[in-house]
């Protein structure tokens, strides 16, 4: 007598199970394709198998039998095209790690021989200072001009330039 008890309320359990499943599949369904949507569907085709009950079978017929190897067909394709883009991805991060490993001791290379520049102008430059400023040369000179009856004078001192105008 228990087991007819136990049998009975596995059999509550597993249809009340179903029934959920299918309450949720009802729900679903009528989000996407709401309930006068579908009726008017089985209204369609119910009056079309009406009138062309051969056409209707047949189309019926390839439909059944055409739907497995069309989606056996959509997911190889999806998935060839998935695991083309994954390939092509893998392949594309390898060889950006290969250049990657040639561009970092590149950069420590030539990164190296900027500072070594930069330092030996920065070098140039201080020494180049240092020598003009201690440097005990002064240029000094001047310049004369006769043309035509006038005279120019241009004298370089220390002050800068001077300049003199005469006629003669």
């Known amino acids: 007598m228990s087991e007819q008890n136990h049998n009975g309320g596995v059999r509550a359990a597993v249809g009340e199970r179903a029934s959920g499943v299918y309450n949720l599949a ?17 209204e369609g085709a119910s009056g079309f198998a009406a009138e062309r009950p051969i056409l ?3 189309i019926v ?32 991060l390898f060889w950006i790690g290969v250049a990657f490993m040639l561009l970092v001791p590149t950069l420590l290379v030539t990164s190296s021989i900027a ?19 201690h440097a005990p040369v002064a240029v000094q000179g ?4 006769d043309a035509a009856g006038r005279s120019l004078d241009v004298v370089k001192g220390e002050n800068g330039l001077d300049a003199s105008f005469e006629k003669k």
């Open 26 to 42: 009802q729900r679903s369904l009528d989000r996407v394709v709401p309930p006068s949507s579908r009726q008017r569907a089985y």
């Open 142 to 145: 001047d310049v004369r001009i």
């Open 61 to 92: 017929s390839q439909l059944l039998l055409s739907f497995l190897p069309v989606l056996l067909f959509t997911a190889f394709a999806l998935s060839t095209v998935a695991f083309s883009l994954g390939a092509a991805l893998v392949f594309a």
């Open 56 to 58: 209707f079978s047949f």
């Open 115 to 133: 500072v070594l520049v930069w330092g030996w102008a920065v070098g140039s430059f201080l020494v180049a200072r240092w020598l003009y400023r």
